[in-house]
C-alpha cells in the first residue's frame, strides 16, 4: 500500500489519482467474465436468436465488426435507396440462414453487406 497519498488517517489526499480510467472493481470484473462465458457458451443461440428477434441490431452489429467497406457506425440501410436496402437485406437475410444450416460462412453474409453478391438477389 502506497502511503505517500495518506493522510496520517489512512484517508486519501487531494489529487490522488484514485482508480486509473477504465479499471474495474473486482465485483464489476466478476460480472463481465461471468457475462462473457456465458456468451461463449451459448453463442451459437445468442446469435441465432439476435439474428431472428432483432435483425436491425444484428446486422449493426455485424457491420460494426466487418474490416473496410463500411463506415464505423456500420451499415446504414436508410441511405440507400429502398429497393436497393431490401434487396440487401434480403441478401443478408439469406446468407444468414445459409451460415446458421451450416451450408455457409460469415464471409457471405460480409459479401452480403457489401453488394458484392453470392447470397439471395444480385447486387
Known sequence: MDHSSRDTQGRFLPGNPGRPPGARS??????????????LRHEADILSRLSRGHFDEYMRLIGRILP???????LDLEALAPDEAARTTRAVRAALDRVEAGEASLAEVESALLGVGGAGDPP
Open 68 to 74: 473496410g467497406g463500411l463506415d464505423e457506425d456500420g
Open 26 to 39: 473486482r465485483m464489476s470484473q466478476r460480472v463481465a467474465l461471468s457475462l462473457l462465458g456465458h456468451y
